[in-house]
Structures are given as C-alpha cells and as structure tokens.
C-alpha cells in the first residue's frame, strides 16, 4: 500500500474510532472529554454517621477538589446495603453516580434469592478504597469485663442477649455470625439500616453488643462509652493498642475486614472510569486522608489496589467465597 494510502486507511480508522468514542458517549449520555461537568453523586447504602458514610466523605472531599466538582453524598440505607446498591445499578451510566460499597457487594448474591442487581454484570470496579478493621464491643453496662467473660457470659445467656446489626449481608451481620458460630449460639439479632443509629442504641444501653468497624467505634471505644472486648485482626490495632484481638483470646476463628471499593453502572465509559479512578487514586495519597484513616484505625489502599482490575478481582473471589461459607452455613 502506498504511503498515502497508508494515511488514508490511518485516517479513516481514526475517524472510526473518534466515531465509537462519540457514539458511546451518546449512548451513556457523556462526553467524556469534557465530563466531569456537573456533581457527581456518590451512595452511601447504609445510614448517614456509620463507617461506610465516615470513610465516603473523607475520599469525597479531596476528589471534589480534584475533580472540580463537587461528590455529593446520598444514604440510600436498607437491606443490608442491597437498596442502595440497586438503584446505583439501575443509574445513568454517564459518570454522575457512584456507588460506595464494602465486603457486602460480595455477598448479597448468596443471601438474596431477588437481589435486583448482579454485582459484578451490573457495574464497572473503580478501585478499591481502604479495607477497615472490626471490633466486638459491646453497652457500657453489659456485665462481662473481658473476652473470656464475654465469651462465657454469651454461652450462658444466649436466650436473654441482643446483638445489633445493619442488615443481612452487611459487615456487623457477617461479624456476627461468625461470633456466634465460634461461640456455638444463637441470639437475638437486632437490624438497623446501618451501624450508627446501632451505635446510638448501643451506647443508651437498647442493645448489648456488635461487631463494627473501628471506623465507627474507635472514637466510642477511646471516650470509654462502650466495652471493647477484642479486634477482629490478625495483629493489634495501632489507633487502639491496647485491645487484644481474637487471636489472642484464643478465637482465632473470628476474623474479618471490611474491604470497601468504588463502582460505577457497567455501561459507562472507560474514560469516564479512567478519571474516577486516578482521583481515587489522588485522594488515597492526600495526608489528611491518610492521618483520617490512621485515627479512625484504618488506612488506604495501595496504588496497585485503587485500580479497576485488582478491585474487580478481589470482588470475584470474595463472591466466590462468601458463596461457599454462606452456602455451607445454610446447609447448601
Ligand atoms: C455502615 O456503614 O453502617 C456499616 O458498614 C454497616 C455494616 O456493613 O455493618
């Protein structure tokens, strides 16, 4: 082919391809190379005050910077977080909602026969964001003193003891059940639609325990208005050094992270993703964020994690996983 001809053919692929771009932002309604233009709305699925909503708001504000516009936030709570994450699948694929989620994405299709979503068809990863640590704590006039009397006292008293959660699926209620399964019980569980009106109940004195994570129990445990029996890690947390983890109070069963990611509707953009991310990406560097994060017992992500590939693999495997343990337990 001819030099020219070369050109031409170069031309008309390029065109085609500026064609598909444009057509594609059509279809989701963006012009990705002037997107972001208007706010963003990001939902939270679980009530406002709780960890989800506590470590959304402190990515938001450095992304809003970033991005030029601003993230606003929007609790769309029940079910487990499953509400709120249906009415992100079912969004305007153009940029303009994101959805905040945790461990709870992964397995909502094991525990919901009518789930209205497919968490992994039905949405683009962005990346991943922090993954928090858990803490059994329980109402400062709860009887038992530590882990051990924690332990006993819950076995003796199964029947009489409520524990608090934020729905089936959600972090608590996976915590929980991995409590009371090591402690060979049942209690009575008691929903919320997220784990800071839980807490509020907690520390009135409604409801005797949960586990939940130390983004939203750190400050409790610290200010002394809750019990805190033990971290739900393999080591210490550094915010609270003095509350020994399950492993060393000899639970070693009782181990569980909440791993929480950024989506968008599976029909928007690359590009559109593509700048979501590297503001992800950007905030998870930004001090205040980290030293938010450190406070509260947490802390971000690496790089490689913040990314659409590593987070779509994590949830993959979690959705595998959680299949698995939830199937066993129902007897499946
Ligand atoms: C919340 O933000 O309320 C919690 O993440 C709920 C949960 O998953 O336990």
């Not at 299709?109 to 039905?122: H, K, V």
């Not at 729905?167 to 800071?196: F, H, R």
């Not at 990314?307 to 343990?325: K, R, S, V």
Request: glycine share 10%.
């Amino acid at each position: 082919m001819t030099p020219a001809g070369t050109r031409k053919v170069a031309a008309y692929l390029g065109a085609l391809a500026g064609l598909s771009l444009t057509l594609a932002a059509c279809s989701s309604g963006t012009d990705p190379a002037a997107y972001p233009e208007d706010d963003i709305e990001v939902i939270v699925p679980f009530s406002a005050g709780g960890p989800t909503d506590t470590v959304t708001r402190m990515i938001a504000e450095p992304m809003s910077e970033d991005l030029g516009v601003q993230l606003v936030v929007q609790n769309i709570d029940g079910a487990g977080g499953t509400v709120g994450a249906g009415q992100a699948a079912t969004a305007d694929p153009d940029g303009y909602t994101v959805l905040m989620h945790h461990i709870g994405m992964s397995t909502a299709p094991a525990l919901y026969d009518d789930l209205a979503y497919d968490p992994i068809a039905d949405f683009k990863p962005v990346g991943l964001v922090t993954e928090v640590p858990m803490t059994i704590i329980a109402s400062s006039d709860f009887e038992p003193e530590t882990f051990e009397e924690f332990v006993t006292y819950v076995q003796e008293n199964a029947d009489t003891v409520t524990m608090a959660h934020a729905g089936e699926g959600s972090a608590s209620n996976l915590c929980g059940l991995l409590l009371t399964d090591a402690l060979g019980v049942e209690v009575t569980a008691v929903p919320y639609d997220g784990t800071g009106p839980a807490m509020a109940e907690l520390v009135g004195g409604q409801v005797d325990f949960m586990c939940d994570q130390t983004t939203n129990t750190t400050g409790q445990i610290t200010a002394g208005e809750v019990k805190a029996y033990a971290a739900t890690t393999p080591e210490r947390i550094e915010a609270l050094p003095d509350l020994p983890t399950t492993t060393e109070a000899g639970q070693p069963d009782i181990q569980v992270s909440v791993w929480h990611g950024l989506y968008v509707p599976a029909e928007t953009p690359d590009e559109v993703v593509t700048q979501l991310t590297d503001s992800l990406q950007a905030a998870l560097t930004d001090q205040g964020v980290i030293d938010q994060m450190a406070n509260l017992g947490t802390a971000p992500v690496s790089e490689e994690q913040a990314t659409p590939e590593a987070h779509a693999t994590l949830l993959e495997e979690q959705t595998a996983t959680w299949a698995d343990i939830i199937g066993a337990s129902q007897g499946g």
